[in-house]
C-alpha cells in the first residue's frame, strides 16, 4: 500500500480496541443467518431463525453504540486486510459518528422487517428472507466501508436482493417497478464507478480515507463531484431523478418498502456527505445553489403531488421525496446546524417513514386495498391502530414533541443563515406536509362509516412499533445524545471543508 | 513432455474414433466425460512447462499454458454439460466429440504459435473441425445447414483477408517469426502498410470473436447450432482469439496511435451494436450471441490498453466469461428437452420448476450483466481501470453506458425465472452429477467477484 494511504489511514482510523472484528460480525451474520435458512425446511424454524439473527444483529450492532468514542472524529474499530494487492484494493473498515446511527437503524429495521412480513408474505418465505437479510449485510458493509470497491461491491450487491424484493414479491405492476428501480439506481452507480476508477488513478488506492480532503484540482473536483452526484442524487432521490421511487414504493412488499424508505435512500443522503464533501469541497460549494434549488423543488413538488394522491402507499412514497429533500437542503447548507439536522432528518425520516410503511402494510394486510377511501373511518374499527397511525402521522409532519420537529428545526436555521429565500420556500413545504398529513389521517380516522369487521393490530404488530415510537418521542423530547455522538465527525467535516475552501 | 496437453487432446480424439467403430459405443458419453476431466488435468499439471519448439515456432510458457488451462476447462465443461444424446443425429456421436476434441487442440496450438504459418495452420484445424460439427444437429428445421454454410463462408473470407494482412506483415519483416516482426512492425505503424497489416492479420481473430464489424455469423450460427457446439463455438474460440489479440496487438507497443483508435472504435461499436440489438431478441441462444458481441467489446478495452495490466484484465474478463457463459448455456441445455432451441418466454415459472437452475440462470445473468458481488463486477473493474489508465477516458464512459443499457435484457431473463409465473410448472428433475455442476459454475463466478487476487496475480505473471 502506499506511503499516503498508511499515512491517512494512521490520522483518521483507530484500529479496533475489542477482541473480536466487531464490524465484519456486524456486517456478516446476517448473511450467516440467510445461509443457514437456505438448508432448513421447517417453515417455523426458518422464520425464528431469521428473526433471531435479526436480533443478534441488533444486539451486536448495540455492542458498537456503547464503546463508541463520541469525543473524537476519528474513524473507529478500523479492520484492514489487503485483499487485492494488484489494484491496492482493501477490506478496510471503520465507522464514525456519521455512519453509527445509520447502521444501528439497518440493523433495528431488520427484526422489524421480518415480524411485519410474518403472515402478510404466503409464498416463498425462505427465499424472502433470504432476500432481506442479505440486503442487511449490504447495507452495514455500505456504511462500514473504507475502501471505495468494497462500497461499491456493498452499494451494488444490495440491488439484486432489491430487485428480487420487488419482483417476486411486489404488487401488480412488479415487472415495471422492479426493472425501473434496478435501471435507475445502476446508471447513477456506473458513473460512481467511473469516478472511483478516477480516485484511483490520481491516489494509486482505492482507500477512501487518503482519498478525501486532499487539494484536488477544480476540473477534477467538478466531474468527480457530478459523477459522484449522479449516482447519489438518484438514491436519495433528488428531484427530477425520483420517478422511480414512487414505483418501486408502491409496488415492494411492506418489508422492501420499509427498507427503501428507511435505509436505502439515506445512502444517497450519506454519499455526499462521505464522498462529495471530503472530496471535492470546492465542486460541492460551486454546485451548492444547484442542490439547494433541486431539494427546494422537491420539497415543494413532493407537498403538491401528496396533496392529490388516492394511494396511502404512493403519499408517502411522495412524501419521501419531499423529505429527503429537507435532507440535501441541510447538507448543501455547509452549516453546521445543516449537517446535523440533515443527519438527524435522516433517521427520523427512516423511523417515521418507516412506520408509516409499516402502518400501510398492516392495513394492507386486512382490507388487500391501499386506497384511502376503501379503508376510511377506521377511527372506530381499529382505535390501536389508528393511534400508531396518528401518532406517526404528527411526526411525519414534525408537529413539535416528535422526531421530524428537531431535525427540520436543525435543518431550517442552516438555510434561513445562509440562503433566506430557500427557507422560505421549506418552510411552506412543511405546512404543505400539515396539509397532506392531516388529510390523510382525516380519512382515515373519520372517512366513511360502515360496519365493516377489521381485527385490529394483534400483539406482534404492536411489538414492532413500540421501539419506533419510543424513538420518536425520545428524538423529539431530547436530541442531544443523538447530536452528541455525530457533533464530532460533523464539525471535523466542517472544518476541513474550509481548509480547501 | 512439453506438448504434453496437446498429445492428451489429440490421443483423446483418436481414441474415440476407435470407439465409434467398436462394439462399446453405447457408453461413449461416460468415456468422453471422463477423458475430458483427464484432459483438464494434464493441462493445469503442465501450466509450469517452459520451452520451444519447431525452431522457435511453437513456444511454450506461462501465457500459453495458462490459455491451454483455460481451453481446458472449457472443453471440460462443454463435455461435462452434454446431456442429451438426441441432440445430435444418431451414430454421430463419437465423431462429434472427437471433432470437439480436434478443434480444442486446434485452439491449443493456437496459442502456442509465434509464426505466421503455424498460426493459420492452428486456426484453420481448429475452424475445420467446427465446420464438420456444425450441420451434425438433430433440428426438425434444417436451420444448422444454414448456420454451418454460413460459418464455412464467414469462416473463409476471414481466412483470406487475414493471410492477406499475414502477407503485408512478411512483406514489411521478411520473416514469419513474431519475434522478427516485433523488430520493425513499431516504425512502420505510422504508415498505412503497417496499420493494414496488423488490422487484417487480427481480422481473422475478430472473426473468432465474434467482434464488429466481423459478428454477422454469430447470431445465426448461435441459433442453427446444437445448444453444446453453440457452448463450444461461444466460449472457447474466442478465449484462444483474445491470447492471439494479445499476442499480436502487443507486437505494436509502444503504441501507435491510428492502431488504438481502430481498436477504440471496433469495441465502442461492437458493445453497443450487440446490447442494442439484444434488446429485442428473443430466443436466448441469439440473446447470448449478441451478449458474446458486446463482451467482445468489453474485451477489447483490455487490449486496447496495450499495458501489463490491461492485458491480464482482458485474460480475466476471459475467463469469468467462459464460466457465466457456459453457465447461461448450460441453464439453456438442461431446460431443452430434445436439445431444441429455448426461447426467453420458456423460462417462465422457471424458480418453480427447478430453483436451481434460477438460482444459476440469476447468478450467471447478473454476471454477465456485470454486478458485484460477481466475476463480471470484478473482470469489468479489471478492465475498466486498465483502459482508464491507458488514458481512455470515452470507451470507458462507453462501456459503463453500454452496461446500464445491457441490465435491461439479462435482468428480464431473471424477470422471467422468477416473477413469471406458468399456471402448469412442470418440474425439471436434475441429476446429481448435474446439481454438482449447477454449483460450481455458481461458486465458480462468485468466487471470482470476491477472490480474485490469486487468478490476476498468475494472470499478470503469464503476460
Known amino acids: 500500500m502506499g506511503c499516503e494511504s498508511l499515512k491517512a489511514m494512521e490520522q483518521l482510523l483507530i484500529m479496533n480496541p475489542l477482541n473480536f472484528p466487531i464490524l465484519s460480525t456486524t456486517i456478516f451474520l446476517p448473511l450467516i443467518g440467510a445461509m443457514l435458512i437456505l438448508l432448513m425446511r421447517n417453515e417455523k424454524a426458518i422464520k425464528v431463525t431469521g428473526l433471531i439473527t435479526g436480533i443478534i444483529t441488533f444486539v451486536v450492532s448495540m455492542l458498537i453504540y456503547f464503546n463508541f468514542k463520541t469525543d473524537t472524529y476519528h474513524f473507529q474499530f478500523g479492520e484492514h486486510i489487503p485483499w487485492i494487492p494488484a489494484y491496492n484494493i482493501n477490506y478496510t473498515l471503520g465507522i464514525d459518528g456519521i455512519t453509527i446511527f445509520l447502521i444501528l437503524l439497518t440493523t433495528l429495521f431488520a427484526p422489524i422487517c421480518i415480524l411485519c412480513s410474518w403472515t402478510s408474505i404466503k409464498e416463498r418465505f425462505k427465499e424472502f428472507l433470504f432476500c432481506i437479510l442479505a440486503m442487511e449485510t449490504a447495507m452495514i458493509g455500505v456504511f462500514c466501508s473504507l475502501d471505495f470497491i468494497l462500497f461499491y461491491i456493498f452499494w451494488e450487491a444490495m440491488l439484486i436482493p432489491m430487485y428480487l424484493l420487488i419482483a417476486v414479491w411486489g404488487g401488480p405492476r412488479k415487472d415495471y417497478a422492479s426493472i425501473k428501480f434496478f435501471i435507475y439506481t445502476l446508471f447513477g452507480s456506473v458513473f460512481l464507478l467511473v469516478a472511483i476508477i478516477s480516485m484511483y488513478l490520481t491516489n494509486g488506492t482505492f482507500s477512501i480515507l487518503s482519498a478525501m480532503y486532499k487539494d484536488y484540482g477544480m476540473t477534477f473536483q467538478i466531474w468527480v463531484f457530478l459523477a459522484f452526484a449522479i449516482a447519489f442524487a438518484i438514491k436519495v432521490p433528488m428531484f427530477p431523478f425520483h420517478t422511480w421511487l414512487p414505483a418501486a414504493h408502491t409496488e415492494a412488499p411492506t418489508a422492501g418498502s420499509v427498507f427503501l424508505a428507511s435505509v436505502l435512500l439515506k445512502m444517497g443522503a450519506y454519499g455526499f456527505l462521505r464522498f462529495c464533501l471530503p472530496v471535492a469541497p470546492k465542486a460541492s460549494i460551486y454546485f451548492a445553489p444547484l442542490m439547494i434549488i433541486l431539494s427546494v423543488i422537491g420539497i415543494i413538488y413532493g407537498g403538491f403531488v401528496c396533496l392529490s394522491q388516492t394511494d396511502m402507499k404512493k403519499l408517502i412514497a411522495y412524501s419521501s421525496v419531499a423529505h429527503m429533500g429537507f435532507i440535501t437542503l441541510g447538507i448543501f447548507t455547509f452549516t453546521l446546524f445543516g449537517l446535523e439536522g440533515a443527519m438527524l432528518q435522516m433517521l427520523n425520516h427512516g423511523i417515521t417513514t418507516g412506520a408509516l410503511f409499516l402502518c400501510v402494510g398492516i392495513i394492507y394486510e386486512r382490507t388487500h386495498s391501499r386506497e384511502i377511501y376503501d379503508n376510511a373511518g377506521l377511527g372506530k374499527i381499529m382505535p390501536i391502530y389508528v393511534g400508531f397511525f396518528g401518532f406517526f402521522s404528527l411526526s411525519a409532519f414534525a408537529f413539535p414533541g416528535t422526531n421530524n420537529f428537531v431535525g427540520e428545526i436543525y435543518v431550517l436555521i442552516g438555510t434561513f443563515s445562509q440562503h433566506k429565500t430557500a427557507g422560505f420556500f421549506a418552510v411552506v413545504g412543511a405546512v404543505l406536509a400539515a396539509a397532506y398529513m392531516l388529510r390523510l389521517l382525516k380519512q382515515i380516522i373519520w372517512g366513511r362509516v360502515d360496519k365493516r369487521v377489521i381485527a385490529d393490530m394483534k400483539i406482534r404488530e404492536i411489538i414492532y412499533m413500540i421501539p419506533l415510537m419510543l424513538l420518536v418521542l425520545w428524538m423529539g423530547i431530547f436530541p442531544r445524545p443523538f447530536v452528541a455522538v455525530m457533533e464530532k465527525s460533523l464539525s471535523f467535516l466542517m472544518t476541513q471543508m474550509r481548509t480547501y475552501y | ?463
Request: aromatic share 12%; charged share 10%.
Open chain 2, 1 to 463: 513432455m512439453l506438448i504434453l496437453p496437446e498429445l492428451n487432446i489429440f490421443l483423446f480424439s483418436i481414441l474415440l474414433l476407435f470407439i465409434s467403430i467398436s462394439k462399446v459405443k453405447e457408453n461413449i458419453l461416460t468415456y468422453a466425460k471422463l477423458l475430458s476431466v483427464l484432459a483438464f488435468l494434464v493441462s493445469l499439471l503442465s501450466i509450469t512447462e517452459n520451452g520451444e519448439l519447431f525452431s522457435g515456432a511453437y513456444r511454450i510458457d506461462l501465457f500459453s499454458q495458462v490459455f491451454k488451462m483455460l481451453i481446458m476447462a472449457g472443453f471440460c465443461l462443454v463435455i461435462l454439460m452434454f446431456k442429451n444424446k438426441r441432440e445430435i443425429e444418431e451414430g454421430f456421436l463419437p465423431e462429434y466429440f472427437m471433432f470437439l476434441g480436434f478443434s480444442a487442440l486446434g485452439l491449443m496450438m493456437l496459442v502456442s504459435s509465434v509464426e505466421l504459418i503455424s498460426i493459420v495452420l492452428s486456426l484453420e484445424i481448429s475452424s475445420y473441425s467446427l465446420y464438420v460439427i456444425l450441420p451434425i444437429r438433430n433440428a426438425q428445421t434444417k436451420i444448422q445447414i444454414e448456420a454451418s454454410m454460413k460459418y464455412l463462408f464467414f469462416g473463409a473470407v476471414s481466412t483470406g483477408i487475414m493471410l492477406f494482412g499475414m502477407g503485408y506483415l512478411y512483406g514489411i519483416a521478411h520473416s514469419t517469426f513474431l519475434s522478427d516482426i516485433v523488430l520493425v512492425l513499431p516504425e512502420f505503424l505510422s504508415q498505412p502498410i503497417g496499420i493494414i497489416a496488423l488490422v487484417f492479420t487480427l481480422t481473422g481473430f475478430f472473426f473468432k470473436l465474434s467482434l464488429f464489424p466481423m459478428h454477422f455469423w454469430s447470431p445465426d450460427i448461435y441459433e442453427g447450432a446444437s445448444n453444446n457446439t453453440t457452448a463450444f463455438i461461444g466460449t472457447l474460440p474466442k478465449i484462444a482469439a483474445a491470447a492471439l489479440l494479445i499476442r499480436i496487438t502487443m507486437l505494436a507497443f509502444p503504441g501507435s496511435m491510428q492502431l488504438i483508435n481502430i481498436l477504440i472504435i471496433l469495441a465502442a461499436l461492437s458493445m453497443t451494436f450487440g446490447n442494442l440489438v439484444g434488446l429485442v431478441q428473443k430466443d436466448i441462444k441469439r440473446l447470448l450471441a449478441y451478449s458474446g458481441i458486446a463482451h467482445a467489446g468489453y474485451l477489447m478495452m483490455g487490449i486496447l490498453a496495450l499495458s501489463k495490466d490491461g492485458n491480464a484484465a482482458a485474460v480475466y474478463y476471459m475467463t469469468i466469461y467462459l464460466f457465466m457463459n457456459l453457465a447461461c448455456f448450460y441453464v439453456v441445455i438442461l431446460i431443452s428437452k430434445t436439445g431444441e432451441n429455448v426461447k426467453i418466454d420458456d423460462l417462465a415459472g422457471l424458480s418453480k420448476r427447478s430453483p436451481l437452475l434460477a438460482l444459476l440462470l440469476a447468478v450467471s445473468a447478473f454476471s454477465l450483466a456485470g454486478i458485484p458481488p460477481t466475476g463480471g463486477f470484478t473482470g469489468k473493474l479489471f478492465l475498466f481501470t486498465g483502459a482508464f489508465e491507458a488514458g481512455h477516458l470515452p470507451i470507458v464512459l462507453i462501456g459503463a453506458v453500454n452496461t446500464v443499457i445491457s441490465i435491461f435484457f439479462y435482468l428480464n431473463l431473471v424477470r422471467m425465472g422468477y416473477s413469471k409465473d406458468v399456471a402448469v410448472a412442470e418440474p425439471i428433475k436434475l441429476a446429481t452429477h448435474e446439481k454438482v455442476l449447477c454449483y460450481l459454475f455458481i461458486f465458480l463466478i462468485i468466487y471470482m467477484g470476491i477472490m480474485p487476487s490469486g487468478l490476476f496475480e498468475v494472470f499478470k505473471a503469464s503476460i
